[in-house]
């Protein structure tokens, strides 16, 4: 005898002219009824629904027996209904078991916190059966769909888990998301790993677009692409994120073939294979600078493929500390592309980000038997264009003693060839100001809802009460006319400086 139906979501956000699905139950796992005309959704009152706004698409039956999936489809004509509902089944005697009540919502239903349209593209990331992803370890099953200019994605099934070290900490969260299969997203190559990040801490929402926007202009072999987006989770937006190419290697992105290293340098010191090489010097260990093997893959990598990539720092770094380390055939410059060291680090200091010294999220990568080349840039949100972090970024520059680079900066030539560099790239670097005003008018309306739901000020509590960029406590036009303030600062302290 059917005694209950229980619908397993409280809440249920349509996309416009979209679908989305929920699993309901009934207590009689052998009760049968037709799924085309014994399911009907009610209003909550008790009334047949016969809504202009959605409508119940479609039945089908899980696998697991008593368990059915409802699909439900938005009609297109409103973006902003709030309507409670429930669901019935039929019964032989042609009444209706009713449901718990939930709520359908359409996407842009203001008054229930959802997200509003602000200009951005809409990622709809929706973990199977409402799981919450509490762990950087563990995947949960989950389906993504993007609204981008009034246009729905098919609905792309993947896994997503959390990700970041200190950032995983804050309120707001990072997401590393894994497709089923290659996906694109905005016209950028195809894969499988795209990332989230929460720019939780930077009122600006532009600090790794914008070191981004400098790093494409420079020679480094790949810039991570991305956009911002309102991300909405399991029906409840969480504000403005950028969804970004994750730095992995792959033709389209960090393209080493087969055989090559990608190494990452982090003080964080939590990679799965990783070491101190004793051989350089940096300002967080002093003595020895930690390195780890990103590629490849910890759980495909040989013993004698990790022996080589250790082998290969090593003997990199004791030609850039030996004693013919300006000599183009037994120094640095046999083992190192060096233009790709200067540009990346004038990525770095353009920006203001003294983590190349730190060091924090440094990358290095190589093709088999190749020179070591810098590079991808990766992680602008901590410290960056302030001079919070780096008071001295006012009058001077910040990463001349950077890992390796205070020894490299002792070779005349190398200080030469970055002068040099520099003033090639100046014209476009000039070009930024007018970038960070077209982001800053492009994400207006999104950092209004965004900052509705987070206060950047809260990384003092995380930070020995510090505040770390120096503009969380300020309105977001505020905000972004600092770092465009400071972005020039930087370029004449670096003519200052490159003399």
């Given amino acids: 005898m059917l005694l209950t139906v229980r619908a397993e979501r409280d809440t249920l956000v349509l996309p416009v002219s979209g679908t989305a699905e929920f699993f309901f139950t009934v207590n009689e796992p052998d009760y049968a009824f037709d799924l085309d005309k014994d399911v009907v959704l009610y209003l909550a009152k008790g009334q047949f629904l016969a809504s202009q706004d959605f409508f119940l698409s479609r039945v089908e039956k899980d696998t697991v027996p008593g368990r059915y999936k409802a699909i439900v489809s938005d009609t297109g004509k409103d973006d902003t209904y709030v309507s409670e509902v429930c669901l019935g089944v039929r019964m032989p005697e042609g009444h209706f078991k009713l449901s718990n009540h939930f709520l359908c919502i359409g996407e842009f239903a203001g008054p229930m916190g959802r997200a509003r349209k602000t200009g951005l593209p809409v990622l709809y990331l929706n973990t199977q059966d409402g799981a919450k992803i509490v762990s950087k370890e563990d995947y949960v099953k989950a389906s993504v769909t993007l609204e981008e200019a009034g246009n729905l994605s098919d609905v792309m099934t993947c896994s997503v888990k959390g990700r970041g070290n200190t950032t995983w900490s804050w309120p707001k969260k990072p997401y590393l998301l894994k497709f089923d299969a290659k996906t694109s997203f905005f016209g950028f190559p195809a894969h499988k790993r795209w990332v989230l990040l929460a720019n939780f801490m930077d009122r600006t929402m532009m600090r790794n677009l914008v070191a981004l926007k400098v790093s494409s202009m420079t020679s480094l072999d790949w810039t991570p692409r991305g956009r911002s ?25 960090v393209n080493v073939g087969d055989d090559g290293y990608l190494f990452e340098s982090d003080f964080h010191y939590d990679n799965e294979i990783q070491w101190m090489d004793p051989h350089g010097r940096c300002v967080q260990f002093g003595s020895g600078i930690p390195f780890g093997i990103k590629a490849p893959d910890a759980d495909e990598i040989t013993p004698a493929q990790i022996q080589e990539g250790k082998e290969l720092i090593a003997r990199t770094a004791r030609a850039i500390y030996g004693p013919d380390f300006k000599d183009p055939e037994k120094g640095y410059a046999a083992y190192i592309d060096v233009d790709s060291f200067i540009d990346y680090w004038i990525v770095f200091e353009v920006m203001g980000n003294h983590e190349l010294g730190n060091p924090g999220s440094v990358y290095y990568h190589c093709r088999k038997d190749g020179k070591l080349q810098a590079g991808p840039c990766w992680d602008f949100d901590w410290g960056i264009l302030s001079y919070n972090t780096s008071p001295q970024a006012r009058t001077g520059l910040i990463n001349r003693d950077a890992c390796w680079y205070a020894r490299l900066f002792q070779d005349p030539a190398f200080a030469a060839r970055v002068r040099d560099r520099f003033n090639v790239l100046l014209p476009q670097l000039q070009t930024i100001p007018a970038y960070i005003d077209e982001m800053e008018k492009m994400m207006a309306l999104s950092a209004e809802e965004n900052f509705k ?17 120096g503009d969380e406590n300020m309105t977001y036009y505020e905000a972004v006319a600092l770092i465009r303030k400071i972005y020039q600062e930087r370029l004449t302290v670096m003519q200052n400086n490159l003399k």
Avoid: C, F, T
């Fill in 229 to 253: 987006v309102e991300l909405v989770l399991n029906g409840v937006h969480q504000g403005n994120y950028l969804l970004v190419e994750q730095v992995r290697v792959d033709k389209n992105r």
């Fill in 453 to 469: 739901l987070w206060n950047p000020a809260q990384d003092a509590s995380m930070n020995g009460g510090r505040i770390i960029n």
